[in-house]
C-alpha cells in the first residue's frame, strides 16, 4: 500500500481513533485528493516570511517531547529550498535540551502561529544543527549578535488547518498601528463636527 505524506501524523492508532470519532472517512477523501504536501509551496513561503516566532518540537532520550519557543525579526525563519528552512539558534538559559535531544534523534516538528489572522501551520521533518558554517550562518543572519548555532530543517510533511480556538491576538506594533489610525479618524470626525456645527449656526442666521 503506498505510504502518503499524512502518514507521518496519521499512525494506525490515530486513523483507528478517526474510525472510532467519525472522521476517518473525510481524511481519507482529503488523502485521495492530494492530502498535505511535503514541499514549500509559495503560499507557504509568504506566510513563513511574515513569522516573527515559532515553536520547535524535539524528544528526548526517554521518549518525552519537549517543546521550545524561538523568536525573532520578522522572517528570521529562511527557506533555503523547497524543502529545507533554517532560522538561528540563540544563546539563551543554557540548558541546552533541544540541542541534546537532536544529537539523539532528528525527528522534529514545527509550530507557527499568526494569530491575527487566526492561521497556523504545522511542519513535520527532521532538524540538525550547525556550528562554523559561515556562508549558512550569512544567509540566516539576524539583528541579534548572539547566534551560537543554526538550526536546520527538512520538511517532510505539512498542514494548515482551520482557525478553530485561536484567539485573535495583535502585536503591540499592529495595535499602536490601530490606535494612529484611531486618533486620526477621532480628530477628523471633530473636525467634520466643528465644520458641521458653524455651517448650521450660519443657516440659523440667515
Not at 507521518?8 to 485528493?33: D, H, L, W
Not at 511574515?50 to 520578522?74: C, F, I, M, N, W
Amino acid at each position: 500500500m503506498q505510504k502518503l505524506i499524512s502518514d507521518i501524523a496519521f499512525t494506525p492508532a490515530v486513523k483507528f481513533q478517526q474510525e472510532q470519532f467519525g472522521s476517518r472517512m473525510a481524511y481519507a477523501r482529503m488523502e485521495e485528493n492530494g492530502g498535505w504536501q511535503d514541499r514549500v509551496s509559495q503560499d507557504l513561503k509568504e506566510y513563513i516570511s511574515e513569522r516573527d516566532s515559532l515553536y520547535l518540537a524535539t524528544t528526548g532520550s526517554e521518549g518525552y517531547p519537549y517543546v521550545q519557543h524561538r523568536g525573532g525579526d520578522k522572517g528570521f525563519l529562511k527557506v533555503l529550498d523547497e524543502t529545507t528552512l533554517a532560522f538561528p539558534d540563540f544563546s539563551g538559559n543554557r540548558q541546552y535540551i533541544t540541542v541534546g535531544n537532536l544529537s539523539e534523534n532528528d525527528r522534529a516538528f514545527i509550530f507557527l502561529m499568526d494569530y491575527e489572522n487566526q492561521r497556523r501551520v504545522k511542519i513535520w521533518g527532521r532538524a540538525r544543527t550547525v556550528e562554523n558554517d559561515a556562508g549558512l550562518m550569512a544567509r540566516v543572519a539576524h539583528s541579534n549578535d548572539r547566534t551560537e548555532r543554526v538550526i536546520v530543517f527538512t520538511v517532510e510533511a505539512w498542514d494548515a488547518n482551520c482557525p478553530q480556538h485561536i484567539p485573535r491576538l495583535y502585536t503591540h506594533e499592529r495595535l499602536e498601528s490601530l490606535t494612529g489610525e484611531i486618533k486620526r479618524l477621532q480628530e477628523e470626525n471633530g473636525r467634520l463636527r466643528q465644520e458641521a456645527a458653524v455651517r448650521a449656526s450660519h443657516e440659523q442666521q440667515s
